[in-house]
């Protein structure tokens, strides 16, 4: 079976050929690019081969929980990721093409409160700014999920963080108000993934599945039923690193 491969019959709106160079995403990227509506996409969401997203006890220590950050080493060595940490070096191919396509056309994100942090509960204080520095990799403006009201928190580099409490598909639309005709990008973590994917907000999907088992941590299938939901896979290639996955929703948002 080549690299890359699209089941007969499905997708064609999305995958304009069937098998594609196995150096190569360039017929997948310029298929998506195609599209004229701006789309809701995951893109580069590591999971272990027992489906984790995240692993056990995630706190201010491990904030990918026990053992997760081993989900994305795909990532880590990648000229990409080396970039946005100040670094030189790094390694091209499909994980760096795959990494670069994760922030391609992103006008805006929305992340689920635990992605932005450790805090549970009501803010103590507004102290707390993120686990990046100063100027954290987003550019745009991000949308995050809580129960607790926040000020709006902008910082370096034109991220500013908008803490939002309506439903998922109000979220949505300021997002993509905000995107300003580009994509909106859905970070994780894992909770947040599966809400906007039982909506079936969804439009595309990108899930990168580690050779690793974590045994234990946040499930990203538990309970949801993907084809039911209207969504099949388009195309995968695999690198000695990770499995990627990518996924499309038949018809439109509701």
């Keep these: 079976m080549p690299s ?3 089941p007969p019959g499905v997708g064609r709106s999305y995958l304009q ?3 594609y160079p196995a150096d190569s995403l360039a017929c997948y990227h310029d298929s998506l690019n195609n599209l ?3 789309k809701l996409s995951i893109r580069c969401f ?3 081969l027992d489906g984790f997203g995240a692993g056990p006890s995630q706190s201010l220590e491990n904030p990918l929980g026990i053992g997760g950050a081993a989900l994305h080493e795909w ?3 990648t000229r990409a990721f080396h970039r946005m940490t100040g670094k030189e070096g790094g390694s091209t191919g499909t994980d760096n093409d795959f990494a670069e396509h994760g922030f391609a056309n992103v006008g805006a994100w929305i992340i689920g409160r635990n992605m932005f942090g450790p805090v549970r509960g009501p803010w103590p204080d507004e102290s707390w700014r993120g686990w990046w520095g100063d100027e954290p990799p987003y550019h745009t403006p991000v949308f995050v999920l809580t129960h607790h009201a926040r000020a709006d928190l902008a910082m370096k580099g034109g991220t500013t963080f908008h803490f939002v409490q309506q439903p998922v598909e109000q ?3 300021q997002a993509f108000e905000a995107a300003g005709g580009r994509d909106v990008r859905l970070g994780g973590g894992v909770s947040t993934l599966r809400q906007f994917l039982r909506a079936r907000l969804v439009d595309d999907l990108h899930l990168a599945f580690a050779p690793i088992l974590l045994g234990a941590g946040e499930p990203v299938f538990a309970g949801i039923d993907l084809p039911a939901l209207g969504y099949h896979v388009t195309a995968h290639t695999q690198t ?3 499995l990627h996955v990518t996924f499309a929703r038949t ?3 509701p």
């Design 240 to 242: 000695d690193a990770a």
């Design 4 to 6: 890359f491969y699209k």
């Design 171 to 173: 979220v949505l639309a």
């Design 36 to 38: 004229s509506m701006a």
């Design 251 to 253: 018809g439109p948002r």
């Design 75 to 77: 990532f880590f060595h």
């Design 46 to 48: 590591s999971v272990s």
């Design 17 to 19: 050929a069937v098998r």
